[in-house]
């Protein structure tokens, strides 16, 4: 099976579960098992060749311009920690069958897991640093789904957010000191980064990529003082506890630093900062565990100390140590594992977890007995069970570590967190199991049925396999995953129970005396613990949050109000600000281009167009003068565009300014006639500054761009020297509009088309709300003009309307080769029929609209779309042009392209839009009472001559 | 000749951002439209002016006008019509419902948006 199917598959089983668990809670189980085991079996098949010391990889190009590709790679390391994923996911599917209850949604939490497996997957199958960070992220979000899956109960609600801000911080810091390593390495390929140990240790930014990256490691596998995120999560229901802090999430970022381990390793940065850290997260979680009651807490800081454990070795940076990690690794997994699943049968049988209401169980619980004694002693490092042999070995090499010149500290530590952690799991099995047997258990414990404690079972099967065969059982998987991790020899070990009497041995023995010793003295230590105070993790995260809300508040609060003015000016502020900082901190460029020479007429423009606009805003009070100053504004610069050679714009220009005026004229006769004077002096002169400051910026960002030429060749060459040829026009702006960016244009008018459908559903909320009745209702205006629709304008119109609909005929049909096109003619045709509804009233003309305009849009949209489409057919992509010359007596030889069609599109879409647009905003002026004239002119001699001749 | 051209999109920047910054729904559409054309003449003026070229190909002649920047500013246009007929409605939408054209519920004070209650009716729209 290829690599990227391994990853993919837990992300499209995910969809699945949500369906399947309509057939019952079973079948849903076992699909999604099913998915799993698939994926297991992909990988397993790979297992041989990878124990044999090949590395499988599978290349997909993504993005290869960002160095972004979806290279999937298949070492030791990806297999071990594949494998742990899927075989402990399928375990755990199959545990949880059994353990949600009835009330609890199983399709969504198979889902939430299967894509939690698929993320995990993919980190340790991924060949490309940025590929592996999405799937980093993915982890953090779909853990935040598992943890917070009980939505009801606030601690878990607390554990997951406590959990995505954790690990998400440590995330972003993450992505920083990826891609510091991969500018450093020069790619973003594992492969090729793990080859680059000397250039990454020397290069300056070594030390700030290290941080940031084991950031990332120590959020996610809960190291100190990142570790308190970790017992919070134990909120989850206990499946997604065994699955994420046993083999999986916890374990991603021991991962990262073993994967990263050759090129980050073995400088005193990283000696001192990982070793120093596991250590102290070793001991701290061993000591907190001790003292926790609540079952699943006591192994969630034994998680914590065993993960500071597995941390400290990598830290070390030998190759021996690293074996080591590999092992325990392997051994924690599989016990944590167990030890989870029988807490959760604990709970589940007795309706507790809390260690001093339980105990003599042993002979109630005789299967779950076994199994949660053997997975606790051997987390104690008993002899004969595989938690002995990677705790020797993490002795082993502890006692020859200096520390900073001290020989004696680290063993003595390490000595320290081994004794805890015998103690603490002594404390496990005697306080639940062991003394005498209770009679206000919450409820009657008994063994749970197969399908709880099968799987259990199993890894417990594995812990004592593992712990009286190590070399036979395991010896393949750590010396090939070693390997990938020490990228060189390895070193010599061996996986044996007997070593002979070494030091190890002497501290092993040290440990699991102390800790029984530890134990039997646990009821008066534990009174001093509980008297001692301590700070308390979640009290310190929450006022830390508290504080960042506050300032995210404080600040929001000061920059975003509400008022859209005050945004306004943040706004134009900041981008003055940061314009004049790219400004002040860049080069300019030389200017390279000779201006244009001034002229009596185009200046004689510029003095119009200032005067107006100064006028406009010293009387934009006056709203009706307001709008004729716009609309001169607006005439000047379609001037303007006709001076710069730019005549299409000039059309577009001049008759989007009449339909836009006649737009807010239209908003005008609703609203008040004059803008009160409101604003202080001081608050005027504050806005004008911002005004002028930003117009200054503005002048002099044009400014610079005239006076330098294209940094880069421009595309427009293209566009000239091909439009004639490749798209059968001259006027080469409409052939971009119609043919080089069709796509876009297409685009456009299907927005252009939403805004009005927009603008006509809102005007339906308006029209349906209270407001609706009163605009129905209100008093008429006492300046009303006594003549609605006077006679001369209304005959004028009925006869500039055909010769304006030839006028847009014309322009349309010119388009191709001249200045005009669809958008044009579209605006002009508009302009046209809104004629008629001005002079003729809106009924009368609304009555004579036969389609209406919602379908105007839509077939303008489809017409385009379906020309697109149509290239197809002839086997070219989307929108291809394509024209030809034809002849027809007695007409002159002229011109077709499919291009026409999609103009025509164009067209519609343009003219339904701004009709439909306008229509709305005056169907608001409709009274009620007032019935519809069937005239369209209020006073009409003929209809009087007629009437007076009766 | 580039001189008046930037002074002319500067001067319209200005009004506009003045007029923006007030606090009536109408003044603010005004300022936004003065705002459109100083945008759409300075993305025409990234193809250089060029004054007195040729607007459609024809044979003999070597240079013309940038058109990619003017097609773009066409269908720019076009689509600042759309923009500026649904603020219209917005505004219009939302004086209709409070009897109120102002833009801000309370300009001073933070976290009045609150305890405006005639005005809240403002965000039926």
Redesign the interface.
């Known amino acids: 099976m290829p690599l990227i199917l391994i990853a993919i598959l837990p992300f499209l089983g995910a969809l699945l579960p949500g369906l399947m668990i309509r057939a019952g809670r079973t079948v849903c189980a076992w699909t999604t098992a099913t998915v799993t085991a698939a994926a297991l079996i992909g990988l397993l098949v790979h297992a041989p060749a990878v124990l044999a010391g090949e590395v499988i990889t599978y290349r997909l190009d993504w993005l290869p311009q960002l160095g972004l590709n979806a290279n999937f790679m298949l070492d030791g390391l990806g297999l071990l920690f594949a494998g742990l994923i899927l075989g402990i996911g399928l375990l755990i599917i199959i545990y949880a069958r059994f353990y949600l209850s009835r009330e609890d949604p199983m399709g969504t939490f198979y889902t939430y897991l299967l894509l939690f497996q698929g993320a995990m997957v993919g980190i340790v199958l991924s060949d490309n640093v940025l590929l592996m960070l999405v799937f980093w992220e993915l982890t953090s979000l779909s853990s935040f789904l598992l943890i917070g899956y009980w939505k009801h109960l606030p601690e878990g609600r607390q554990g997951a957010r406590m959990a995505l801000a954790v690990t998400g911080m440590g995330g972003l810091a993450l992505i920083g000191g990826m891609l510091i390593l991969g500018q450093i390495a020069g790619s973003y390929d594992l492969s090729v980064i793990l080859t680059q140990k000397d250039a990454v240790q020397a290069s300056p930014l070594y030390l700030p990529a290290l941080i940031l990256i084991l950031l990332g490691a120590f959020t996610k596998s809960a190291q100190f003082p990142f570790h308190f995120w970790l017992p919070h999560a134990m909120a989850a229901p206990t499946p997604v506890s065994a699955y994420l802090h046993s083999a999986t999430m916890v374990k991603a970022g021991l991962f990262l630093m073993a994967r990263l381990w050759p090129v980050l390793a073995g400088t005193p940065e990283w000696f001192y900062i990982v070793a120093t850290t596991g250590l102290v997260t070793m001991v701290l979680g061993a000591l907190i565990a001790l003292f926790k009651d609540d079952l699943k807490a006591l192994l969630a800081f034994s998680t914590v100390s065993h993960l500071g454990l597995i941390t400290m070795l990598l830290g070390f940076g030998t190759p021996f140590a690293a074996v080591a990690a590999v092992f325990h690794i392997i051994n924690h997994a599989t016990f944590k594992a167990a030890l989870f699943m029988t807490a959760g049968i604990i709970d589940h049988e007795t309706q507790t977890r809390d260690i001093k209401r339980l105990g003599g169980l042993r002979h109630l619980m005789p299967v779950t007995f076994v199994i949660g004694t053997l997975a606790a002693l051997s987390m104690a490092g008993i002899p004969l069970l595989n938690g002995f042999l990677s705790k020797e070995m993490m002795l082993e090499e502890a006692e020859r570590t200096i520390w900073s010149g001290t020989p004696w500290l680290v063993p003595a530590l390490a000595t320290f967190g081994a004794l805890l952690s015998a103690a603490y799991s002594f404390r496990f099995v005697i306080h639940t199991f062991m003394g005498p047997e209770r009679h206000d258990y919450p409820a009657r414990p008994h063994d749970p049925g197969f399908g709880l404690w099968g799987a259990p079972a199993l890894l417990v099967v594995l812990v004592v396999v593992i712990g009286i065969l190590p070399a036979a059982v395991a010896g393949g998987l750590v010396a090939a995953a070693s390997g990938a991790v020490i990228g060189g020899d390895l070193p010599y070990y061996s996986l044996k129970i007997w070593h002979g009497i070494t030091p190890a041995l002497y501290m092993s023995i040290i440990a699991l005396a102390g800790g029984a010793v530890l134990l039997a003295l646990h009821r008066p230590l534990d009174r001093l613990w509980q008297a001692t105070p301590r700070p308390e993790a979640k009290v310190i995260f929450d006022a830390l949050m508290a504080g960042v809300v506050w300032l995210a508040r404080a600040i929001t609060?000061?920059v975003h109000?509400?008022?859209?003015?005050?945004s306004?000016?943040v706004f134009?502020v900041t981008i003055v600000v940061a314009g004049y900082a790219a400004w002040a901190g860049g080069a300019q460029a030389p200017a390279t281009?000779d201006?244009?020479?001034?002229?009596a007429v185009?200046?004689a423009g510029?003095f119009a167009?200032?005067l107006v606009?100064?006028c406009?805003?010293f009387w934009?009070h006056q709203?009706l003068v307001?709008?004729i100053l716009?609309g001169v504004?607006?005439l000047i610069?379609s001037v303007?565009?006709v001076?710069?050679?730019?005549?299409?714009?000039a059309l577009?220009?001049a008759t989007?300014e009449v339909?836009?005026v006649i737009?807010?004229l239209?908003?005008?006769n609703?609203?008040?006639k004059t803008?009160p004077f409101?604003?202080s002096a001081g608050r005027r002169l504050r806005?004008?500054a911002?005004?002028?400051a930003?117009?200054?910026?503005?002048?002099?960002?044009?400014?610079a761009?005239?006076?330098t030429?294209f940094a880069q060749p421009?595309?427009?060459a293209y566009?000239?020297a091909n439009?004639?040829t490749g798209g059968g026009g001259?006027?080469?702006?409409?052939v971009?509009?119609v043919d080089f960016?069709g796509f876009?244009?297409f685009g456009?008018i299907t927005?252009?088309g939403i805004?009005?459908l927009?603008?006509f559903a809102?005007?339906e909320?308006?029209l349906a709300?209270p407001?609706g009745k009163?605009?129905a209702n209100r008093p008429l205006n006492p300046d009303k003009a006594g003549d609605a629709h006077p006679l001369m304008m209304v005959v004028a119109t009925r006869v500039m309307m055909p010769i304006a609909l030839v006028v847009g005929t014309y322009i349309f049909l010119r388009g191709h080769?001249?200045?005009g096109g669809g958008?044009i003619a579209g605006?002009i045709v508009a302009i046209a029929l809104v004629m008629q509804y001005m002079a003729s009233g809106f009924d009368w003309a609304a009555a004579r609209q036969r389609f209406p305009y919602h379908g105007i849009i839509a077939a303008g949209v489809l017409i385009a779309a379906l020309t697109g489409v149509g290239s197809w057919f002839a086997g070219r992509p989307f929108l291809t042009s394509s024209f030809g010359y034809f002849e027809i007596w007695p007409i002159e030889e002229f011109e077709l392209a499919t291009a026409m069609a999609f103009d025509v599109g164009v067209f519609l879409c343009?003219v339904g839009?701004?009709m439909l647009?306008?229509e709305?905003?005056a169907r608001?002026a409709r009274r009620s009472g007032v019935r519809p004239s069937p005239h369209a002119m209020d006073v009409d001699p003929s209809r009087d001559v007629t009437a007076g001749g009766q | 000749?580039?001189?008046?051209?930037?002074?002319?999109?500067?001067?319209?920047?200005?009004?506009?951002?003045?007029?923006?910054?007030?606090?009536?729904?109408?003044?603010?559409?005004?300022g936004i439209?003065?705002l459109t054309?100083?945008v759409?003449?300075?993305l025409?003026?990234?193809?250089?002016?060029?004054?007195?070229?040729?607007?459609?190909?024809?044979y003999g002649t070597e240079t013309?006008?940038?058109?990619?920047p003017?097609?773009l500013?066409?269908?720019a246009?076009?689509?600042?019509?759309?923009?500026?007929?649904?603020i219209?409605?917005?505004?219009?939408?939302a004086?209709?419902?409070a009897r109120d054209?102002r833009?801000?519920?309370?300009?001073a004070?933070?976290?009045?948006?609150d305890t405006a209650p005639a005005q809240g009716k403002g965000d039926?729209?």
């Open positions: 609060a000061g109000n509400g008022s859209m003015a005050r306004g000016a134009a281009r201006l244009l020479p001034l002229a185009p200046l510029w167009l200032m606009t100064l406009l805003v934009h709203r307001a709008l716009i504004i607006g610069v303007g565009f001076y710069f050679s730019a005549p299409d714009l577009t220009q989007v339909v836009t737009l807010l239209l908003m005008l609703f609203i008040p803008t409101e604003s806005d004008g911002i005004a002028v930003v117009g200054l910026g503005a002048a002099a960002l044009t400014f761009l005239q006076i030429d421009s595309i427009s566009h000239l439009s004639k001259t006027n080469v702006v409409n971009i509009l960016r876009d244009t456009e927005v252009l805004a009005a927009v603008i809102l005007t909320a308006v709300s407001v009163w605009l080769n001249e200045p958008f605006l343009v839009a701004v647009a306008l709305s905003l608001l | 000749m580039e001189y008046l051209f930037s002074t002319a999109v500067g001067a319209l920047t200005a009004g506009g951002i003045y007029l923006v910054l007030r606090q009536r729904t109408f003044t603010v559409i005004l439209s003065l054309y100083a759409n003449l300075f025409f003026a990234s193809g250089r002016l060029s004054i007195n070229l040729p607007a459609v190909l024809r013309y006008g940038d058109p990619l003017q097609a500013v066409l269908t246009i076009v689509i600042s019509f759309g923009m500026t007929a649904v219209v409605m917005l505004g219009l939408g004086y209709l419902a054209d833009i801000d519920l309370d300009d004070t933070p976290g009045a948006t039926m729209t």
